[in-house]
């Protein structure tokens, strides 16, 4: 069997952009949006205290894999000169009404972020969120957010944690993960993500994502997961938990 190709995954992501099956809004309206928005920070409410959006006003930002826009909207609403690319057509043109409804202007392009359309050197802050697993190369797109950052600069890349709570729920469940079927879906280790942003100058890791009550799984494993799971796992000490969050977050400075 041949590797997956950029291609492929293009292809893959012009039918199956994040989340929409959460809302009952008509695609691309303002009700869409801001239920994309509400569910977004629900379930990764850590990123409003390990992201400080408004600390990028006038400076310049990009965002690969901006999807539907959602953080992306955050980063113009707060000042930030911001760009936004995304493999997908169909991410960029919800993007687009995205930042229209919230009459909010941003650079945006449907580009790859293995070859990112930018000179060397010239952004301040790289945020690459759910991007690098789903990737035909992931040290390739790591090494191309690397070289259009300036130096002193800020990288911020999110991965699934292959030692996780989540991974192995799924496992002992039989309830795939999201976006199983994805042409690419790469589970990484703290030590294999480490070696992954080796170049950065300084990286810090932060395990995160642990269980919030979900409003797509459906049935007896949904209610027990909802009912018992979340609250027996989120009562367990988070200093013995933490390394077993699904998502890893890598802050890596240049």
Known sequence: MTNPTSADVRRYWNAHIHDLEITRHPVGSPGFFADLDAYHFEKLHHLLRLVDFSAWAKRDVLDVGCGAGVELVRFARAGARTTGVDVA???IALSRENLAHQGL???LAVADGEALPFADGVFDFVYAHGVVQY???DRRLVAECHRVLRTG?????QVYNRVSWLHLLSKVMK????HDDAPVLRRYSIRE????VGAFA?????PERFPVKSRLHKGWKGAVYNAAFVGTFNALPRALVRRFGWHLLAFCRK
């Open 175 to 178: 309830v795939p993960l999201e």
């Open 193 to 196: 993500l480490r070696a992954l």
């Open 135 to 137: 990737a035909a190369d």
């Open 105 to 107: 202007t941003a650079r």
């Open 89 to 91: 057509d169909q991410a």
């Open 202 to 206: 300084s990286v810090d890791i932060v």
């Open 153 to 157: 600069g800020t990288a911020m890349f």
